[in-house]
């Protein structure tokens, strides 16, 4: 395959179903998340209604979706391997519909747990991009899988603007509601939009596959990665305990905390694209890597060491959101570099099963640091966990700029798959090849640079 045909091939334009399947499944991911994270710029404040709340408690009601979630979405994946996606992603959305009525209709608190761990339950995330593999042809995977990423970031940064608009309008419990009515929403979207795969497979560079699991849990470099993306949620979620309240206690009424956090996430996401731009194509990783952390960790505790004013809040809340979207946007592509060949898709299970339990415990951790030592706790609970991320990545040693490749190869006798594996190995630029009998695909990581694109066409029996 000559360079520019390589180049062509990365630019296929995505067909008519792949479309409409691609912007379905973002549609249904972005509005799930957008019902679970509308709550957290505004439960703080309206959670004082609530019988038998607690700082402690409120933390609980904050993080509970990321326990459940952690514990389920790989479990689900797998499930839906067996039984087909839609049937999973209708029943998790079903659950997550039931746990959003339930925490509308909730006068406790303990209500709003249970409710917000419901949510939680309906953990679709794995079977979601199972369903976008099926759907879309490796050529065009990788774009397909960033779009529904991108709608991601996008319902947060929404999620934070709508939010405090929305608790004002129709308070925490309309919130809920509503959230119940993107769950129907979305299953309407997924029968009238979504195509139905022709086959449902295992695709490795999208789905987790237990028997990797121990590699990828072995592998210090994904660790690492995992710790901070936990770390990063921690630190975020706990945040969100007493944020709102202080954010009221310096002067800005709960209807107008929109105000401070639509300029927040405009300017953040401009402020992250120079230093993606440095760790990328500069090969500065590392030294962007520790310079979030420190960035994260003294911006935390610039809450409690600071006057508490909204243009304090400003400046400290646009630093933190960029540190957070920068992270978001280079861990998972160090996850895909440091995964060996045809582990992709665990190792992204792995992480965003971390990045869960992070939430978790972010809200528990913060809400008992608030209910024990009060708001400034909380910030110092941030700050440190930032300190242990920057001593962790300290120590990192960023993976090879290696790029993943699927090169189909067809069907094969088992007895073949060793000299197929050696005579791609022998390709210059192929540093690792994994054959996938069941996919008809090979699974490499190679070096760019150096690949001959000509003898890896002799190779491929795809277009």
Known sequence: MSRAKQISSELTPLSAPER?????????????????????????????????????????????????QALL???????????????????????????????????????????????????????????????????????????????????????????????????????????????????????SVVPDPDRSTVH??????????????????????????FLLHLTMVSLFVVLPLSLTSAGLPAAEHWKLYLPVVLMA???????????????????????????????????????????????LLTAMFTVFNLLEAILPSLVSKAASAGAKGTAMGVFSSAQFFGAFLGGLLGGLAHEQFGPDAVFLLGAAAAAVWLGVVATLRPPSNLATHVLPVG?????????????????????????ALDEGVAYLKVDNRELDWARLEAVSVGP
């Open 204 to 229: 490795r560079d999208a789905q987790t596959v237990l028997d990797q699991v121990s590699g990828v849990l072995h592998n210090t470099t994904l660790l690492r990665l995992d710790l901070g993306i």
């Open 269 to 315: 996401i401009v402020l992250m694209v120079p230093f993606i731009i440095v760790a990328e194509r500069a090969g500065k990783v590392r030294a962007v890597l520790i310079g979030a952390a420190m960035a994260l960790s003294a911006a935390m505790l610039g809450f409690v060491v600071l006057d508490a004013g909204v243009w304090t809040a400003l400046v």
């Open 73 to 191: 979405q790989i479990p689900f994946g797998l499930l839906s391997d067996r039984i087909g996606r839609k049937p999973v992603i209708y029943g998790g959305l079903v659950i997550f519909a039931v746990g959003s009525v339930i925490a509308a209709m909730a006068d406790s608190i303990s209500g709003v747990i249970i409710g917000r761990a419901l949510q939680g339950s309906g953990a679709i995330a794995a079977a979601t991009i199972a369903l976008a593999a099926d759907l879309t042809r490796e050529s065009v995977r990788t774009r397909a899988m960033a779009a529904i990423g991108i709608s991601v970031a996008l319902s947060f940064a929404v999620a934070l603007v709508a939010g405090p608009l929305l608790g004002e309008m129709i308070g925490v419990s309309g919130i809920f509601w509503l959230t119940a009515g993107f769950a129907l929403l979305g299953m309407l979207v997924l029968a």
């Open 20 to 68: 409409r399947a691609t912007t379905g499944l973002a549609v249904i991911f972005a509005m799930r998340m957008l019902g679970l994270f509308m709550i957290l710029p505004v439960f703080a404040l309206y959670a004082h209604d609530l019988a038998g709340a607690t700082p402690l408690l409120v933390g609980l009601a904050i993080g509970a979706y990321g326990l459940t």
């Open 411 to 435: 069907t094969l006798p088992a007895g073949d798959v060793q000299s197929m594996r050696e005579r791609l190995l022998a390709i210059p630029g192929v540093e690792e090849a994994v054959i």
